[in-house]
């Protein structure tokens, strides 16, 4: 793939779209043993917080990719990276953390892809000048 191709409102898509991913795993199981799982919402203190902060990010980068106006003058695409980057120091800190007996699960691996993603690509659109 030429990633050359790609405008800034593609990768702010894509870091959009990384955000989504981390909703979505945030209600697939992240750690479990045997028949028992723990998902995101459960596993970190007050999950519903990083829920609205992912759902705010993409929100944010979606509104920044679409030239939408935010009420207040910011620019969606640090407000995005600010919120990505809170969720992806919580997801390594998280996935880094001993598991106690219990297996990584595939929502974990999900939530760190897409947080991942989500930073990477809003950064790499915000060193593109408008």
């Keep these: 793939m030429n990633t050359g191709n790609l405008t ?30 723990v998902n995101g919402m459960d596993l970190l203190p007050s999950g519903w917080i990083f829920l609205i902060l992912g759902i705010a990010a993409a929100l944010a980068f979606a509104a920044e990719a679409f030239n939408f106006e935010l009420p207040p003058p910011l620019n969606g695409a640090l407000v995005g990276i600010y919120l990505s980057s809170v969720l992806a120091i919580i997801t390594i800190a998280v996935f880094l953390e001993g598991t106690g007996g219990a297996d990584r699960k595939i929502g974990l691996f999900l939530a760190l892809i897409g947080v991942i993603a989500a930073v990477g690509a809003s950064v790499w659109a915000a060193r593109e000048r408008r």
């Design 8 to 37: 800034r409102e593609h990768k702010l898509m894509i870091a959009a779209g990384g955000c989504a991913l981390f909703v979505i795993s945030m209600f697939i199981d992240w750690y479990g043993a045997g028949g028992f799982g």
